[in-house]
């Protein structure tokens, strides 16, 4: 491809495929249970359960039944992120702790998603979660943070299945499509696997080094790359996510920063309801463009993440605002030469 393909190919979009379809069943599984938690008077509550809801964005054009069984592997991606990086939080570990624990974690979540054939593919929101949840003092047990994730998850899954039941289709049998890693294909995921270890634990290590607050950012951002299905898919979803980031980051300071000779933004009452509805929009805005173009998808998911985490635990947004924009580029740069240094064996999928 020549060079002038390849930025047509970066702000290129794809063709639709009923993409409101799944962006209104993304945003009703966030809407309602962060809408209940804000009606119970606990905003810092809603990032669990946004992180249950990504649920969702699993299986988006899948048969419902092979949507239900993705969507439930998916869940236990994402719960398991979601009460390591509580654990995590609740004990006060080291930084150095959660770079081991996440890079750990991207490899089992590697080879999980590969032998379960998850679309999104990679661990990429469980990774997320999982740091998410660990830079934050978390507000409640360890149990209930667990459960609301949970409960969005169920609610979740419930939306997606719910087609099932229009006009009689619920009569139709089950298909039975298990993949398995066996041989060549176990080698690749293994190799894969090695990959995520080594780009996470390598952008952590640099973001903790750095006297960054935020290293899991980094770590999240060197996953992205490794998602691809080859090595030019690969490179443009890491310039994507640093591109689609820093605009992103430009809708954040908008929201966030103060306007000239006001005080910085706290979020008690009516501020956090506002931060909570835009989650809703900017998460069904992100579900709509996330196959057709992933870095416009970042424009909107990358305030969705900050402001759950503002919610959560406020923090000085000119901080913040730096600190994402570095841990990104970082992360990104390190995700990408994995790709380039470890190149990807191709996985032949086989069924049994």
């Not at 009923?18 to 809407?31: G, L, N, Q, T, Y």
């Not at 770590?219 to 691809?228: F, R, T």
């Not at 490179?235 to 910085?264: D, F, N």
């Amino acid at each position: 491809m020549s060079l002038l393909g390849h930025v047509r190919s970066l702000h290129s979009l794809a063709p639709a495929n009923k993409d409101h379809v799944s962006a209104w069943r993304v945003a009703i599984s966030v809407a309602v249970p962060c809408l209940a938690l804000l009606s119970a008077g606990h905003p810092e509550l809603i990032g669990y359960a946004v992180f249950g809801a990504l649920t969702g964005m699993y299986g988006r054009t899948e048969p419902h039944q092979l949507r239900l069984r993705h969507q439930g592997q998916a869940a236990v991606l994402l719960l398991t992120g979601v009460g390591l990086g509580v654990f995590l939080s609740a004990h006060h570990v080291d930084s150095w702790v959660l770079v081991i624990v996440e890079a750990m974690f991207a490899g089992a979540g590697s080879l999980f998603a590969d032998s379960t054939t998850l679309k999104p593919a990679g661990p990429f929101f469980g990774i997320l979660a999982l740091g998410a949840c660990a830079s934050v003092p978390a507000p409640v047990p360890w149990p209930a943070a667990v459960l609301i994730a949970a409960g969005s998850v169920a609610f979740s899954i419930m939306v997606g299945f719910g087609g099932w039941f229009r006009g009689g289709t619920w009569r139709r049998g089950w298909r039975r499509e298990v993949a398995a890693l066996r041989g060549a294909r176990r080698r690749a995921a293994r190799l894969h696997a090695l990959r995520y270890v080594a780009a996470v634990g390598a952008a952590g290590s640099i973001g903790v080094l750095s006297g960054s607050g935020h290293p899991h950012w980094a770590m999240a951002a060197a996953a992205v790359p490794l998602s691809g299905a080859d090595l030019p898919s690969s490179v443009y979803r890491g310039i994507h996510r640093i591109v689609g980031t820093l605009l992103g980051l430009v809708v954040v300071a908008a929201i966030l920063l103060p306007w000239p000779g006001s005080p910085l933004p706290a979020f008690p009452g009516h501020e956090a309801a506002v931060l909570a509805c835009l989650v809703i929009v900017l998460q069904f805005s992100t579900e709509l463009f996330m196959t057709r173009h992933y870095g416009l998808a970042m424009v909107f998911f990358t305030p969705v993440i900050l402001l759950i985490g503002q919610l959560a635990a406020p923090t000085d947004p000119y901080v913040l605002i730096a600190e994402r924009a570095v841990e990104t580029l970082v992360g990104a740069g390190v995700g990408i030469l994995v790709v380039v240094l470890v190149r990807r064996r191709r996985m032949v999928p086989s069924r049994t």
